[in-house]
T-cell receptor
Framework: GQNIDQPTEMTATEGAIVQINCTYQ??????LFWYQQHAGEAPTFLSYNVLDGLEEKGRFSSFLSRSKGYSYLLLKELQMKDSASYLCAVRLRDYGQNFVFGPGTRLSVLP | DSGVTQTPKHLITATGQRVTLRCSPR?????VYWYQQSLDQGLQFLIQYYNGEERAKGNILERFSAQQFPDLHSELNLSSLELGDSALYFCASSEPEYNEQFFGPGTRLTVL
């Protein structure tokens, strides 16, 4: 089976830094994705890691350790608009290049 | 705007009925994915098509079926609807290299 874990909820203050963790145990691995989803809206792509290490993209960074089955999303200089759910997803190395999504972490940014 | 379109935006129907959801992928994207997202669950992968052929199947019920047409648009058919089928249904598309997925705005299905 496939298993992806994330914290259910997190709270942080505007201007601060927050780290959202994701651990995975899957039958295959061909990349890890982070998506942002505001309530009632479609997910939007944030970042992608396939090799170990840190990928930086503006205020967002994502880290991957394949040996540990672990990733995190780092959000800097938090803004109120960053209040959303953050979804970790693994692309499996199978014929279908299937995607498995974690349950999501609901982040609340407080003033 | 992701470039992926879905119709209708909202759909209200009764138990036992059948509905069809439609998705048009971004120009040039050959892969189409269907997902279900209910209030208490995360995104559940249903099925993927690539250039008209079924490529992968996830947690899709036998009452549900999908197809991708030669113009690459896709339809998800849901039949014998139950209350528990009420959810947001997202379609996503990706480039042939299978990189990031671009999601449509979703169809909110309510089964009464």
């Amino acid at each position: 089976g496939q298993n992806i874990d994330q914290p259910t909820e997190m709270t942080a203050t505007e201007g601060a830094i927050v780290q959202i963790n994701c651990t995975y145990q899957t039958s295959g691995f061909n990349g890890l994705f982070w998506y942002q989803q505001h309530a009632g809206e479609a997910p939007t792509f944030l970042s992608y890691n396939v090799l170990d290490g840190l990928e930086e993209k503006g205020r967002f960074s994502s880290f991957l350790s394949r040996s540990k089955g672990y990733s995190y999303l780092l959000l800097k200089e938090l803004q109120m608009k960053d209040s959303a759910s953050y979804l970790c997803a693994v692309r499996l190395r199978d014929y279908g290049q299937n995607f498995v999504f974690g349950p999501g972490t609901r982040l609340s940014v407080l003033p | 705007d992701s470039g992926v379109t879905q119709t209708p935006k909202h759909l209200i129907t009764a138990t036992g009925q059948r509905v069809t959801l439609r998705c048009s992928p971004r120009s040039g994207d050959l892969s189409v994915y269907w997902y279900q997202q209910s209030l208490d669950q995360g995104l559940q992968f249903l099925i993927q098509y690539y250039n008209g052929e079924e490529r992968a199947k996830g947690n899709i019920l036998e009452r549900f079926s999908a197809q991708q047409f030669p113009d690459l648009h896709s339809e998800l058919n849901l039949s014998s609807l139950e209350l528990g089928d009420s959810a947001l249904y997202f379609c996503a598309s990706s480039e042939p290299e299978y990189n990031e997925q671009f999601f449509g705005p979703g169809t909110r299905l309510t089964v009464l």
